[in-house]
């Protein structure tokens, strides 16, 4: 079974930086792709970066987000971090780690809730003054 356990929350100055980390397990097949998503007080889940096991790409579905959020794994570790940099109130938010597996040669091009199947506990991010 497909376990993911984020970590990596806290309160973060306006302007700070932070890293969050993914730790997964239980994979049966080697090609999957492991997401972050976002849940902000009193709105939906939103989805922030993907990234691919096949080839290590990485997808952002807004561009504002791609300027200030990197995400990347570590395979020695199985570890998906993202790194979150000036960071505003609005980033605010419960951070989910999800997966799902993916055809081997399919492109990450999108990024909606539905689309995955295994989620983690979230780890709360707090951005404030």
């Known amino acids: 079974e497909v376990q993911l356990v984020e970590s990596g929350g806290g309160l973060v100055q306006i302007g700070g930086s932070r890293r969050l980390s993914c730790a997964f397990s239980?994979?049966?097949?080697?090609?999957?792709?492991i997401a972050w998503f976002r849940q902000a007080p009193g709105k939906g889940r939103e989805g922030v970066s993907a990234?691919?096991?096949?080839?290590?790409?990485?997808?952002y579905p807004l561009h504002s987000m791609k300027a200030r959020f990197t995400i990347s794994s570590d395979s020695a570790k199985n570890i998906v971090y993202l790194q979150m940099n000036n960071l505003k109130p609005e980033d605010t938010a419960v951070y989910y780690c999800?997966?799902?597996?993916?055809?081997?040669?399919?492109?990450?091009?999108?990024?909606?809730?539905?689309?995955?199947?295994?989620w983690g506990q979230g780890t709360q991010v707090t951005v404030s003054s």
């Open positions: 990234i691919s096991s096949t080839d290590g790409s990485a997808y």
């Open positions: 999800a997966a799902r597996y993916i055809h081997i040669l399919e492109t990450l091009t999108d990024l909606e809730e539905y689309q995955y199947d295994f």
């Open positions: 239980g994979f049966t097949f080697d090609e999957y792709a």
